[in-house]
């Protein structure tokens, strides 16, 4: 006989944490699901320093785990993974998984956060390449470093944090320096919107730097500021920030040996001979995207948003897609830091609780102590993943209510 669930939770990482810990405070019946061997998703590689703010998402994750302890009506079975979500008339949804077998929900949250994009250059599959990510996981989280000396090709928000943490591990930094321009790497934009974007973190600089970077984000005074970049690059997160080179290709016979690299003019063109680094490994580092396989076959209604990481469902305030009962949270539904993540997992399970239960005035007082929250871990996020995305959140909100 089929297991019947009030909420199945597809993803065990912070937005699916934090719903179930809200849906288990209005005693609902909750399955969580995740293929990853322990919970917490990319919670458990999470720990940095920006400026003055300090994030260890180990420390998040337990304290969510510990907030389930005792919680019998919910349970979390890692090590599963979702395969299908099915519309069930009458009955909600049908949840398929393997190892564990099926079960119905009245209620589905889609938690399954995102995935990275890479950077195809020559020479990318040759051992010792690895993903920003893949090398967090390795360092943070199983403690063993990807090599003794690395490069990062790529800059942005994860190139920052996970030098900084990788560092720490022990790790001696060559340098982060510009993915190069090509047709697989469109998504990260020419150098000159790179540089724009760059702009958008100047919180993470050096305080004497920040007007420089700030600069950055006006055409008219970036190609001065850019032919007067230091060769010998800025001092950022335990390593040297290079805008001024481009990786063009990785060499090596039998794994990665070195990175060759181009310097460029101040209007992101590459000029002069080019150079080898010799180095251990090499991290990529492109960005993220939403993973959301899970939604197509229901057609939920979807939309193009380079500020939220690329093709995102349309969500309510409620964080309900167009296909009723059915919920994202997280950066399923768009790229953000992992505060907004938590504060968005516990909006949408108190939002699924009231949809399940009705309207109770203590529920309705902690959705809007929760609505409140989430507001608050925006506002006060040091960055944004993407240039755009509070703006963008704001939009696509009020487009679903019209």
């Known amino acids: 006989m089929t297991e019947r669930v009030d909420v199945a939770i597809v993803g065990a ?3 699916g944490l934090a719903a179930a810990s ?11 699901f995740d293929e990853y061997p322990e919970a917490g998703g990319r919670l458990l590689g999470q720990h940095y320093r920006l400026g003055r703010r300090r994030w260890n998402g180990s420390e998040v994750a337990g304290a969510l785990l510990q907030s389930l302890h005792g919680r019998g009506q919910v349970s979390i079975a890692v090590g599963v993974t979702v395969y299908e979500v099915a519309d069930v008339a009458q ?8 190892p564990a077998g099926n079960l119905t929900a009245s209620r589905v949250l889609v938690a399954t956060g995102a995935g990275e994009n890479a950077i195809p250059l020559p020479g990318w599959t040759l051992p ?7 090398a967090q996981v390795m360092s943070v989280v199983h403690r063993v470093p990807p090599g003794r000396r690395g490069l990062i090709i790529g800059t942005g928000v994860l190139s920052f944090a996970i030098a900084a943490e990788l560092q ?6 060559l340098g982060i320096v510009m993915a190069p321009e090509s047709d697989a790497t469109a998504h ?5 919107e790179r540089w724009e974007a760059l702009s958008r973190l100047d919180a993470a600089a050096p305080s004497w730097m920040r007007p420089i970077v700030r600069g950055l ?3 008219a005074l970036r190609p001065f500021l850019m032919g007067r970049y230091p060769r010998a690059g800025v001092a950022i997160a335990g390593t040297h920030v290079y805008l001024n080179q481009m990786a063009t290709r990785v060499v090596g016979s039998r794994d990665a040996a070195a990175v060759e690299l181009r310097y460029l003019d101040g209007h992101g063109h590459p000029t002069g001979p080019s150079r080898l680094i010799p180095v251990d490994f090499v991290l990529l580092s492109g960005g993220l995207s939403p993973i959301t396989e899970l939604l197509d076959p229901l057609g939920v209604k979807m939309t193009e948003s380079p500020a939220l990481g690329g093709r995102v469902p349309v969500l309510s305030p409620a964080g309900e897609t167009s296909h009723s009962g059915l919920y994202v949270a997280g950066s399923a539904g768009g790229i953000e830091s992992g505060a907004v993540a938590v504060a968005q997992g516990r909006l949408t399970g108190l939002h699924i609780a009231h949809s399940l239960t009705g309207s109770r005035p203590e529920l309705v007082s902690a959705i809007e102590a929760a609505r409140q929250k989430l507001s608050e871990a925006r506002r006060d996020a040091p960055f ?10 704001s939009r696509l909100s009020q487009d679903s209510r019209s």
């Not at 010792?128 to 893949?134: P, R």
Request: no cysteine; charged share 20%.
């Open 168 to 173: 720490e591990a022990g790790v001696e930094w």
């Open 128 to 134: 010792g390449v690895l993903t920003v990510g893949a």
């Open 384 to 393: 944004e993943f993407n240039p755009g995305a509070r703006a963008e959140v």
């Open 22 to 32: 809200a849906l288990a405070e209005q005693d609902m019946v909750v399955r969580v």
């Open 91 to 98: 009955s909600g949804f049908l949840v398929r998984t393997h």
């Open 188 to 192: 990260l934009g020419s150098v000159p």
């Open 13 to 15: 990482g912070a937005a």
């Open 217 to 219: 984000g006006r055409p």
